[in-house]
């Protein structure tokens, strides 16, 4: 069994791309023969997406939207301005 986690998919915040998102899923799906576990797919927007297109979009993709990106793969994903704290939990590791 082939393992599919931790996809990252970039689109314009339009209700036509996250129908697009949300065929290819249907897609990659049906060929994979795996499934997307909606209760652990997030949706992260720009701080220039209006809320209520947000909340449309997620509505239509069922899942949930987030103001953090979090971390990913051990890293943490930018949306804000990087700064000596950002990466101060490395240096806390190699002391």
């Known amino acids: 069994m082939i393992e ?6 970039f689109c314009k915040a339009s209700r036509a791309q996250a ?3 949300n065929s290819i899923l249907d897609s990659f799906c049906y ?3 795996q ?3 909606k ?12 809320k209520d297109l ?8 069922g899942f949930s939207c987030v103001d953090d990106m ?5 890293m943490p994903l930018f949306h ?15 002391d």
């Open 54 to 61: 947000a909340e449309a979009i997620c509505n239509d993709v």
């Open 4 to 9: 599919s986690d931790n996809l990252i998919l």
């Open 19 to 21: 129908d697009v998102v």
């Open 35 to 37: 499934k997307v576990n």
């Open 70 to 74: 979090g971390i990913y793969l051990g």
């Open 80 to 94: 804000n301005r990087v700064t000596t704290s950002t990466f101060a939990f490395i240096v806390d590791k190699g």
């Open 39 to 50: 209760s652990k797919s997030q949706v992260f927007f720009s701080l220039n997406t209006p």
């Open 31 to 33: 060929f994979s023969s």
